[in-house]
């Protein structure tokens, strides 16, 4: 079946550093989707990326998906204490499934 | 705005009890499904529906069971409770393969 696999697991940085979070999948996607988590919370829906090779910007975060639609990244510049959290790529393919990457955990050190 | 609301938000049962995890959302999102969520381990699909009478096995279904009377329902069912299922569940729902909005998770001890 669809496996998504997400680097690094877990990542501290000092406040103002750049941080990210890369995404592969065994198969061709439709979409991707990336979700931020708060400790204790659930996730929240950031972003869709459809086309092969596009990019999209929310201020300081910009995500990736691959020409070949195997492939994810989220940057984050200049993080602050907000971007603390766990954040989530998830892989729409065949069957109506959104597979969930196993998430990369960001704390953000002052 | 409601939203997708799980209930309850915390449990402990006892191993071999049974319970229902109850999911409702106020979108008419067809689309519904079950996660576990397990440390280091995201989130895993128990199951999902497509739509009211229509459901299916997603990658961790053994020990759950679901059902759709309803678009707006979406209850899993632990059959035999064990440690194993301790975790915390996530219902979530949305248009086909869009945003998908999550409830506040069920926090399940399983002893």
């Known amino acids: 079946g669809q496996q998504v696999m997400q680097i690094p697991q877990y990542q501290h940085v000092q406040e103002g550093e750049d941080f990210t979070t890369y995404c592969n999948s065994s198969?061709?996607?439709?979409?991707i989707q990336w979700y931020k988590q708060r400790p204790g919370g659930h996730p929240v829906f950031l972003i869709q990326?459809?086309?092969?090779?596009e990019v999209k910007k929310q201020k300081r975060l910009t995500f990736q998906f691959g020409e070949a639609k195997k492939n994810s990244s989220l940057h984050i510049t200049a993080t602050q204490t907000t971007d603390v959290g766990t954040y989530f790529c998830a892989g729409a393919g065949g069957g109506n499934k959104l597979t969930f990457g196993t998430g990369t955990q960001l704390k953000v050190e002052l | 705005n409601a939203g997708v609301t799980q209930t309850p938000k915390f449990q402990v049962l006892k191993t071999g009890q049974s319970m229902t995890l109850q999911c409702a959302q106020d979108?008419?999102?067809?689309?519904m499904s079950w996660y576990r969520q397990d440390p280091g381990m995201g989130l895993r699909l128990i199951h999902y529906s497509v739509g009211a009478g229509i459901t299916d096995q997603g990658e961790v279904p053994n020990g759950y069971n679901v059902s759709r009377s309803t678009t707006e329902d979406f209850p899993l069912r632990l059959l035999s409770a064990a440690p194993s299922q301790t975790s915390v569940y996530f219902c979530?729902?949305?248009?086909?393969?869009?945003?998908?909005?999550f409830g506040q998770g069920t926090r399940l001890t399983v002893v």
């Open positions: 979108m008419n999102h067809e689309y």
């Open positions: 979530a729902s949305s248009f086909g393969q869009s945003e998908a909005f």
């Open positions: 198969t061709t996607l439709s979409n």
């Open positions: 990326l459809v086309k092969s090779g």
